[in-house]
């Protein structure tokens, strides 16, 4: 099965760092062009890391690849919610070229091993989990300089398992990938106005029925369910970050009628705009 690509938003931030918690791991069969560092703090089942499959449980601590295909899967053997600490990061993540600086030369290895992806054996424990739940917390700068130092750490870590064969190479479509990208980045542009389908398919150089299809097969969704979902969570953060009426939000969203926003926003948080925003504020009352 073809990976599915992911588009992670990496602009706000050098690093992207975040903790997953729910019933199960659903993630598909996917990559993306950033790194990543996960921690797995509950939940077990099987790992698919390119064309290595694992068995996985609480400690699991793998650090992926640039477009390397991963995926995480429950088994029934796992009871109650899944949990785990994710890192995120690009080739960007200090500038242009910063891995190859004279500071990060065990890092820089560290990464070039990344690409067949890397399972560390020797950090499965609560102490780690506090750990990485400390750096997560921290401002953004205590953060990535934290961060920093635990990619130093695991770069000198000897019990290590690469988890991909020599002769692994993932089938990528690396122009799809920028095509994803050019349409991201309109739409983090453009959502707060109307956007067409004709300006979009243009963009990237395709007929609207191509478009849709090729968006539909990259995303496993189509374009416009994307569309609402980004705006829709753009809305639930003014909920929560700006005292805006629900109306002005809406609009700021790019939604031209209330009625249709209230019905997005049912479908995608499965409550009303005002019973969000107090349960939000119940819950850190």
Request: glycine share 4%; hydrophobic share 40%; with cysteine.
């Amino acid at each position: 099965m073809k990976a599915q690509f992911e588009k992670i938003n990496s602009k706000q931030s050098a690093l992207y760092a975040f903790v997953y918690e729910d019933v199960e791991f659903d993630a598909p069969w996917h990559f993306h062009p950033e790194y990543e560092l996960t921690y797995i703090v509950k939940g077990k089942g099987m790992r698919y890391v390119g064309n290595s499959i694992q068995k996985f449980e609480e400690g699991d601590f793998v650090l992926i690849g640039a477009n390397l295909p991963h995926c995480w899967k429950n088994t029934d053997l796992h009871i109650g919610n899944v949990k785990s600490v994710v890192f995120q990061w690009n080739d960007l993540f200090l500038g242009e070229n910063w891995f190859q600086k004279e500071e990060f030369y065990q890092i820089n290895l560290l990464l070039k091993k990344a690409a067949k992806g890397i399972l560390f054996h020797s950090y499965s424990s609560k102490k780690t989990t506090r750990r990485l739940m400390a750096i997560i917390e921290k401002k953004p700068l205590d953060r990535l300089l934290s961060f920093l130092q635990l990619l130093e750490e695991l770069a000198l870590v000897n019990s290590i398992e690469l988890l991909t064969t020599t002769s692994f190479s993932p089938n990528l479509n690396l122009k799809a990938n920028n095509r994803i990208d050019v349409v991201y980045d309109y739409v983090e542009k453009n959502y707060n106005s109307k956007i067409k389908l004709d300006d979009v398919s243009t963009l990237v150089s395709m007929s609207n029925e191509a478009f849709c299809r090729f968006f539909k097969k990259s995303l496993n969704k189509s374009f416009f369910t994307f569309i609402n979902e980004y705006r829709i969570n753009l809305a639930s953060k003014m909920l929560i970050e700006t005292n805006k009426q629900v109306s002005q939000i809406a609009y700021d969203c790019g939604y031209e009628s209330l009625p249709f926003f209230y019905r997005q926003f049912q479908k995608y948080m499965n409550c009303s705009p005002k019973v969000f925003k107090n349960q939000y504020l119940k819950m850190n009352s």
